[in-house]
């Protein structure tokens, strides 16, 4: 009978405001009560004057949003029902919310929550990660750590030092959660890495991460 119940939950979706909310590299953090039997997930729908996929140019400092949690909607046993505090995790950079607000304002009235948004910060550290070199293009076999390390506005990238040419060092800048630099004299600018998880992923899918 257990197995049947779950197999006929639904999902059920509606408004619904936090009792807190926080924000650490670039992820939200909410605490919105709940049952000791349903799951709960959220999402934000983003206010259209701060998506980052809108085509006015207007600035974007605080971003209005509203939050929308889906419960299971499970025939529970009236023990399992007791009313329980759950946090729930949102990944910004998987929403709409500009890269460029500093500040979410969630919901309207007396329920409204202003929560300043905490990204990854990167500058004085190094991430690297390991690579197997298999001999081509004259380089030795064997491991090499493929490391980047950003100090006073600079990334320094060690790649091409496995061809035997010197460090890279490019300007950067964070932006959301992506790391932009730009390099010679036209200053063109590129997607260098993106924040994944307190983790830079390339634009091939290399992971690398942070060295303590």
Same mark, same amino acid.
């Given at each position: 009978?257990? #197995?049947? @119940?779950? %197999?006929?939950?639904?999902? !059920? +979706?509606?408004?619904?405001?936090?009792?807190? +909310?926080?924000?650490?590299?670039?992820? @939200?953090?909410?605490?919105?009560?709940?049952?000791? $039997?349903?799951?709960?997930? #959220?999402? @934000?729908? !983003?206010?259209?004057? $701060?998506?980052?996929?809108?085509?006015? %140019?207007? &600035?974007?400092?605080?971003?209005?949003?509203?939050?929308?949690?889906?419960?299971? +909607?499970? %025939?529970?046993?009236?023990?399992?029902? @007791?009313?329980?505090?759950?946090?729930?995790?949102?990944?910004?950079? &998987?929403?709409? !919310?500009?890269?460029?607000?500093?500040?979410?304002?969630?919901?309207?009235?007396?329920?409204?929550? !202003?929560?300043?948004?905490?990204?990854?910060?990167?500058?004085?550290?190094?991430?690297?990660?390991?690579?197997?070199?298999?001999?081509?293009?004259?380089?030795?076999?064997?491991?090499?750590?493929? $490391?980047?390390?950003?100090?006073?506005?600079?990334?320094?990238?060690? #790649?091409?030092?496995?061809?035997?040419?010197?460090?890279?060092?490019?300007?950067?800048?964070?932006?959301?959660?992506?790391?932009?630099?730009?390099?010679? +004299?036209?200053?063109?600018?590129?997607?260098?890495?993106?924040?994944?998880?307190?983790?830079?992923?390339?634009?091939?899918?290399?992971?690398?991460?942070? &060295?303590?």
């Amino acid at each position: 009978m257990k #197995a049947l @119940l779950i %197999a006929l939950s639904l999902v !059920v +979706a509606s408004s619904a405001s936090a009792s807190s +909310a926080f924000t650490h590299d670039n992820n @939200l953090y909410l605490t919105i009560l709940g049952d000791s $039997c349903n799951t709960l997930s #959220a999402s @934000l729908k !983003v206010d259209d004057l $701060c998506r980052r996929d809108r085509v006015t %140019a207007n &600035q974007v400092k605080d971003c209005r949003v509203d939050l929308l949690v889906m419960s299971t +909607a499970m %025939a529970c046993e009236e023990q399992t029902t @007791l009313p329980t505090a759950k946090v729930i995790k949102i990944d910004l950079a &998987q929403t709409l !919310v500009d890269n460029h607000a500093t500040r979410l304002i969630i919901g309207q009235g007396e329920n409204k929550m !202003v929560v300043k948004i905490n990204r990854m910060i990167v500058d004085e550290k190094m991430f690297c990660r390991t690579i197997v070199r298999d001999g081509s293009f004259g380089q030795p076999k064997g491991e090499a750590q493929h $490391c980047v390390r950003f100090s006073n506005g600079k990334m320094a990238d060690n #790649a091409n030092t496995f061809f035997g040419n010197p460090p890279t060092l490019e300007d950067f800048k964070v932006v959301g959660n992506k790391i932009i630099t730009t390099s010679g +004299a036209k200053e063109i600018a590129r997607i260098a890495f993106t924040i994944v998880d307190r983790k830079l992923v390339n634009e091939v899918g290399a992971v690398l991460t942070e &060295q303590k």
